[in-house]
């Protein structure tokens, strides 16, 4: 069996997705997501410019070897670019293999562990009131599991509210504009936090499940005195309390808190999380099909996780496409350490160009039974759509400027 054609589809419906398609001497093709939100065109181009060739000719049975030819070949290892464009591949691969088999993905993986995928739905608000009847709203719509995310007083634009209500989804648009500028007050942030919680909590009675994104704001020592404060609230998870580059940061969280930790959806690789799994500092990782080298590396990362009961929370922002959604549903249904998987919706627009055979009930998600990871590009709807240039925010300290983490 050949790879005889390969190429990247760009399309915008509403945000930019990046996907890669392999074609075989079979008449079997299989798709990819390398979507890398705010540097789209840089993984085009690594894809394009240097991986494609490569791919020619080659049999697309043998993805590990095709998985090693791409990391260890290219002599520049991790990143996310890199990760990105190889994760494309090994989706696509993954997709004509199982295709060949006749089979769903997950029984490709291992079978099925579990009879649906729980997910996590996005409360924002832009006070607690409004943040507490968005959890009510999900609530009533089945969610098992829910993130609250709410304005600050005193803050203008903070991480996951948009300005108007009900555009939850478009909070990071490709508008096309240069990166928006959000402000930031750690203080004003701690003072707000543990009463939002205590009011969502109090309105959602004991059951549900809720998580919150810190996204990358605080300091350990910050994120110790926050995970403490939320501890009444018995949280799922509190993510991305501090940044990850240094690992061993997150002992300082550790040994103040015991609100369990989730971190990763920016992690490209195994080594990104070594420290953090070993030394248990984590309890959920959040690592991608996406960004983190496809299947074949998230399978390595999980098992690793496994080891030290660390269970998987793949990020599932609108940003990553439906064919990452789809083979995410596949890789959740079979892991044996699986936790929870993130799900914000994508607008009809955005799915009605990749059709698709999962499907959302109750709080939960369920992989179809189609032959491969069951997501499809519709290319000629995706042609309407052109590339739209997008950024992500940027954050700054509200008293001097200072450049913040977003
Ligand atoms: O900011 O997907 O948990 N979810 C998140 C996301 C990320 C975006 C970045 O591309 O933090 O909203
Ligand atoms: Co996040």
Not at 366 to 378: L, N, Q, R
């Amino acid at each position: 069996m050949k790879i005889t054609a390969a190429r990247v589809i760009v399309c915008s419906p509403g945000r930019n997705f990046v996907t890669l398609k392999i074609e075989t001497d079979q008449g079997v093709t299989g798709i990819g997501d390398a979507t890398l939100n705010g540097r789209e065109l840089s993984v085009v181009s690594y894809l394009e410019d240097h991986v494609i060739p490569c791919l020619m000719g080659r049999d697309p049975q043998q993805i590990e070897d095709i998985w090693q030819y791409l990391y260890k070949g290219a002599y520049w290892r991790r990143g996310p670019v890199t990760m990105s464009a190889i994760a494309a591949v090994d989706t696509a691969l993954w997709d004509i293999k199982a295709k060949m088999a006749n089979m769903p993905l997950y029984q490709l993986l291992g079978g099925r562990s579990r009879t649906g995928v729980m997910v996590y739905g996005h409360a924002n608000g832009r006070d607690t009131a409004e943040t507490v009847d968005e959890v009510l709203r999900h609530k009533e719509e089945g969610y098992l599991a829910i993130r609250a995310q709410s304005g600050v007083p005193g803050l203008n634009k903070v991480y996951g509210v948009s300005g108007h209500h009900g555009a939850s989804r478009m909070y990071e648009p490709a508008d096309g504009n240069l990166p928006s500028e959000h402000d930031w007050s750690t203080e004003k942030y701690l003072r707000h936090t543990p009463g939002l919680f205590e009011a969502v909590r109090e309105a959602v009675g004991p059951d549900v499940h809720l998580l919150h994104d810190v996204h990358h704001r605080l300091t350990p020592i910050e994120a110790g005195q926050l995970g403490k404060a939320l501890e009444p609230v018995r949280m799922f998870w509190m993510e991305d309390p501090t940044p990850a580059e240094n690992q061993d940061a997150f002992q300082w969280i550790r040994h103040h808190t015991t609100t369990p930790i989730a971190v990763g959806e920016i992690f490209n690789s195994i080594w990104d999380c070594k420290t953090l799994i070993e030394k248990q500092l984590i309890d959920y990782i959040r690592t991608t099909v996406v960004h983190a080298g496809g299947i074949t590396h998230l399978r390595r990362i999980a098992d690793l996780a496994s080891l030290y009961q660390v269970r998987t929370g793949c990020h599932g922002a609108t940003d990553l496409s439906p064919v990452c959604m789809g083979a995410a549903l596949h890789f959740d249904t079979w892991v044996p350490n699986f936790g929870v998987q993130e799900f914000m919706p994508h607008s009809e627009e955005m799915l009605s160009v990749f059709p698709h055979d999962y499907r959302f009930e109750r709080g939960m998600m369920y992989c179809g039974e189609s032959p491969g990871h069951g997501v499809d590009i519709d290319e000629k709807l995706a042609a309407k759509y052109p590339y739209q240039r997008a950024y992500l925010p940027v954050n700054r300290l509200q008293h001097d400027g200072t450049l913040w983490n977003w």
